[in-house]
C-alpha cells in the first residue's frame, strides 16, 4: 500500500530534560530480579499541553514520569520531556472534530511515541535491559486532563470571589 501523507506535520522535537536512575534493590529482594515484573508495577505519570502559536503552529509539550512516586521501586527512575512543533495544512478547510483529533490527540500521541523511544534508548545499556513505555491509554489521559482544568479553574473562579469580598 502506498501511505498517504497526513495534512499534520511534525516540524521540529527538542528534548527538555532527561533524567534516568538506576534504583537500589530493596534488601530482602529476590537473588534474581525479572525486569518485567519489576518494570510492571511502575507508576507512570504523563503531563502534557497544547497551544496554538500566533504563527499558527502547535506547540506540544509532554513529560513521563516513570517510577516517580514515593516509594521507590526496584530498577529505573526516569523523567524525560520534550516539545514538539507541529503545523496542519490547510486546517482552516478541515472539519473541526478532523482538525481537533490531529491538533491534540494526534500531536500529543506523536510526542508520547518519541517520549516512549528516548526512554528505550535511554535504559537499553543499563543492567536490566531496555524499558519500554507500555501503551497508554491516550483518551483516558485527555479526560483526567479535563477534569484537572476544570478543578483548576473552579479554584482560580473561588479565590477570586473571596478577594473580591474581601
Keep these: 500500500m502506498i501511505a498517504k501523507l497526513s ?29 518485567a515484573e519489576v518494570f510492571r508495577d511502575y507508576i507512570i505519570d504523563v503531563d502534557f ?14 513529560k513521563v514520569h516513570v517510577n516517580w512516586e ?25 472539519e473541526k472534530d ?21 526512554i528505550t534508548e535511554l535504559t537499553a545499556s543499563s543492567i536490566l535491559g531496555a524499558y519500554t513505555l507500555p501503551a497508554i491509554d491516550i483518551t483516558d489521559l485527555f479526560k483526567q486532563k479535563a477534569e484537572l482544568v476544570a478543578t483548576r479553574k473552579a479554584k482560580k473562579s473561588t479565590r477570586k470571589k473571596s478577594h473580591r469580598t474581601a
Design 7 to 35: 495534512p499534520l506535520q511534525w516540524n521540529s522535537y527538542i528534548l527538555l530534560q532527561s533524567y534516568f536512575q538506576l534504583t537500589d534493590a530493596p534488601k530482602d529482594a529476590p537473588a534474581q530480579i525479572i525486569p
Design 98 to 118: 478532523k482538525l481537533q483529533n490531529m491538533a491534540y490527540y494526534s500531536t500529543v500521541n506523536i510526542m508520547i511515541n518519541r517520549l516512549r523511544a528516548h
Design 49 to 62: 499541553r497544547v497551544n496554538k502559536e500566533e504563527n499558527g503552529e502547535w506547540q506540544v509539550f509532554a
Design 70 to 94: 514515593e516509594p521507590i521501586k526496584t530498577g529505573y527512575r526516569v523523567l524525560v520531556e520534550g516539545v514538539g512543533r507541529f503545523s496542519i495544512q490547510d486546517e482552516d478547510v478541515l
